[in-house]
T-cell receptor, first 110, second 113 residues
Framework: RKEVEQDPGPFNVPEGATVAFNCTYS??????FFWYRQDCRKEPKLLMS???SGNEDGRFTAQLNRASQYISLLIRDSKLSDSATYLCAVNRGSARQLTFGSGTQLTVLP | SQTIHQWPATLVQPVGSPLSLECTVE??????LYWYRQAAGRGLQLLFYSVGIGQISSEVPQNLSASRPQDRQFILSSKKLLLSDSGFYLC????????????FGDGTRLSIL
């Protein structure tokens, strides 16, 4: 089993739709969880951290389910500009190493 | 605020040539530093990380090496490049305490001919 797994997609959704991504992780000792956004041929950029209590930033909501070992990202009212690859990242080790999922590709259609 | 600089942005090198990619961070002290490679259409592979000057940990055996000669400088090198070294190389930094995220440089797109 991979340390971090994501559905690669692609997810093709119309503007205004709500879309959700899940990311499962295998290390039950993981403490830090993040979602990154990566545009084509660009570097990943931090979208949001994922806290135990869940957190929301505008149209984006991230949640953590420790019992089932997954994190989720919900995007409401999708915009064309949301089209990108979304990477989840989970920490491991004492040097803050992160293991990244392979990413989920989202395309928002007009 | 903290910034990370990585150069060059693109590089085309012949097989067997040496490589040196440089990354510097500003606005923070004693950061953790990381080198990743991302092959086309693939995920991020951690190559090296460093928790301090001169301290390098390698994640995978390979044709590359890393060095950290100064607190905020991280260098990725190779003596002889292979075709399989092609890819998108990303430097990242994080704070060295707490559950902090990593922040990436703009990346170097390396093509080996």
């Amino acid at each position: 089993r991979k340390e971090v797994e994501q559905d690669p997609g692609p997810f093709n959704v119309p503007e205004g739709a709500t879309v959700a991504f899940n990311c499962t992780y295998s290390n039950s000792a993981s403490q830090s969880f993040f979602w990154y956004r990566q545009d084509c041929r660009k570097e990943p950029k931090l979208l949001m951290s994922v806290y135990s209590s869940g957190n929301e930033d505008g149209r984006f909501t991230a949640q953590l389910n420790r019992a089932s070992q997954y994190i989720s990202l919900l995007i409401r009212d999708s915009k064309l500009s949301d089209s990108a690859t979304y990477l989840c990242a989970v920490n491991r080790g004492s040097a803050r190493q992160l293991t990244f999922g392979s990413g989920t590709q989202l395309t928002v259609l007009p | 605020s903290q910034t990370i600089h990585q150069w060059p942005a693109t590089l085309v090198q012949p097989v067997g040539s040496p490589l040196s990619l440089e990354c510097t961070v500003e606005g923070t002290s004693n950061p953790n530093l990381y080198w990743y490679r991302q092959a086309a259409g693939r995920g991020l592979q951690l190559l090296f990380y460093s928790v301090g000057i001169g301290q390098i940990s390698s994640e995978v055996p390979q044709n590359l090496s890393a060095s950290r000669p100064q607190d905020r400088q991280f260098i990725l090198s190779s003596k002889k490049l292979l075709l399989s070294d092609s890819g998108f190389y990303l430097c990242a930094w994080s704070e060295n305490s707490g559950n902090q995220p990593q922040h990436f440089g703009d990346g170097t797109r390396l093509s080996i001919l």
